[in-house]
């Protein structure tokens, strides 16, 4: 497998090839085949269990694969070419990758000892080695997108679930990625802080200047959101489409009862 | 007499006064090898506790060996293998350092296991949420684990300090004079034992009231940010 052959016409920012992760005995993760092309919107719904929240995470480098290879951005995540050969990759080499990506996690993830502003300048600062003073206007400036500036001063603590969420997505752009990893955004909120999260992640997909990867249990946003959406179950994807056509008529059973019940719950 | 300093046996009151003086010597032995002790045991116990989180099985397993050993041999024990044995191996150590390094060790193990409580508390998903901003594992440990561990570790190191302290008594079998071995030399030579042995219980009671104090304001004080919500 060479680097040439790794970009076809289409140009997917993410590629997976047969990629298998386990844990232990289980397998997470069965030879998944999955791209996703450049400013694309991708969400993935599934139950429980699916290995939803494992794409991003092995995306995110949080967890490693057994088998397969990933492509990001043109070049292997999990391994680099030495020569002519791939190896796994060096510290050096996922540190550069991760730079391509950014994740909003389910609990947020805030730094709890930090303001909301040390939140966004920490990683500017630390990795990208940003003056305080730009670093700040960085921050400002997220803020700003995700309606957040009034609390900058404020602990996470001192913030509703939600204006956590604003806050965690301001620090994932901060870091300017090129994709966007969400995993599960809502689903740690109460309903009534749910759609201020929904409404600033949809901003985002507006701009179109970003690849952007969710998966979620909301199927209405979901339908919206999304260019097209993936239905996973047991480390494949069982069907994927465009929402109005996965979501009003999916083809496999599997889609159709997953359907069924999540929109009989509500 | 003692350290050059007379007393005064006319009445209770008055002997009580002019050893005090004395005690006060004792007190300062006590203190210094407290403090010595302590560092001793919080600097060991850190590295204990690297080695116990530590991913080869090479380096965690004999820390954990030495840990439980510490922890389950009597103080005693130690600090006679300390000053016995170690001589006659050519490793001549000070009485007070000896009495200060058996502290430290036995402590050591204890202070390992508060320190790794400390920092497993911190939630998995601060590493995640770091790594995913592409933070260096040592920027995380500096930023992001220690202002959250150290709350939670500061006051159990407060109060195994009240425990060293009163600790400090078994190494006058090693000759060391703190203040409860001061306070024996003075009975022994003035035969009232009620005096001295009273006012050691007295000055030891002041001594962890004010180190109790001191951490509970400490405790107060530290930012409880550094807890996470959950």
Not at chain 2, 21 to 31: E, H, K, N
Request: aromatic share 8%; charged share 20%.
């Amino acid at each position: 497998m060479n680097e040439q052959a790794s970009v076809p016409d289409t140009d997917p920012i993410i590629r997976f090839d047969k990629v298998v992760k386990r844990f232990g005995e289980t397998t997470i993760l069965d030879q998944l085949d999955f791209s996703v092309a450049r400013n694309e919107i991708v969400t993935i719904i599934g139950p429980s269990g699916s290995g939803k929240s494992t794409v991003l995470r092995i995306l995110m480098t949080l967890e490693t694969i057994q088998e397969g290879l990933i492509h990001v951005a043109g070049e292997p995540l999990w391994h680099e070419l030495q020569g002519d050969r791939l190896v796994p990759a060096s510290v050096e080499h996922l540190r550069k990758m991760r730079k391509h990506m950014g994740m909003v996690f389910q609990q947020f993830n805030l730094f709890p000892h930090m303001t909301v502003r040390r939140n966004i300048t920490e990683a500017p600062m630390r990795v990208l080695g940003l003056s305080r003073a730009e670093a700040e206007a960085l921050a400002e400036e997220y803020l700003q997108l995700v309606g957040m500036m009034e609390h900058a001063d404020k602990f996470p603590r001192q913030l509703s679930g939600g204006q956590q969420q604003r806050v965690a997505i301001a620090r994932a752009l901060a870091m300017r990625p090129k994709i966007m990893l969400f995993d599960e955004p809502t689903s740690a909120l109460d309903p009534e802080l749910v759609g201020e999260v929904l409404s600033v992640i949809r901003n985002l997909a507006d701009q179109h200047d970003l690849t952007m990867l969710l998966v979620t249990h909301e199927m209405q946003f979901a339908r919206q959101i999304s260019d097209r959406v993936c239905f996973f179950d047991k480390g494949v994807i069982v069907e994927e489409g465009p929402p109005e056509q996965l979501f009003t008529a999916p083809a496999e059973a599997r889609t159709q009862a997953f359907l069924k019940d999540i929109l009989a719950r509500g | 007499m003692l350290f050059g300093i007379e007393w005064d046996t006319s009445s209770n009151w008055a002997f009580a006064w002019s050893i005090l003086p004395i005690l006060v010597r004792g007190l300062w032995v006590t203190l210094q090898a407290a403090a010595v002790g302590f560092l001793l045991a919080a600097l060991l116990g850190l590295i204990l506790a690297a080695m116990k989180g530590a991913r080869l099985r090479l380096i965690r397993w004999p820390a954990k060996l030495i840990s439980e050993f510490l922890r389950d041999t009597p103080l005693l024990a130690q600090l006679f293998f300390l000053y016995y044995v170690l001589p006659d191996y050519g490793i001549v150590l000070h009485a007070f350092m000896t009495g200060a390094l058996a502290l430290g060790l036995q402590y050591s193990a204890y202070m390992s296991e508060v320190y790794r409580a400390g920092i497993e508390a911190v939630p998995r998903g601060q590493g995640d949420a770091a790594r995913a901003l592409d933070l260096t594992p040592a920027r995380t440990f500096i930023d992001v684990v220690i202002p959250q561990a150290v709350p939670r570790i500061i006051p159990a190191l407060g109060n195994y300090l009240v425990s060293i302290t009163k600790d400090v008594p078994i190494l006058s079998v090693v000759s060391i004079l703190d203040m409860l071995g001061v306070a024996k030399i003075i009975g022994d030579r003035s035969f009232n034992y009620l005096v001295p042995l009273t006012l050691v219980g007295v000055l030891y009671l002041l001594l962890t009231l004010v180190s109790a104090a001191l951490i509970r304001m400490l405790d107060r004080r530290l930012p409880k940010q550094g807890v996470p919500l959950r």
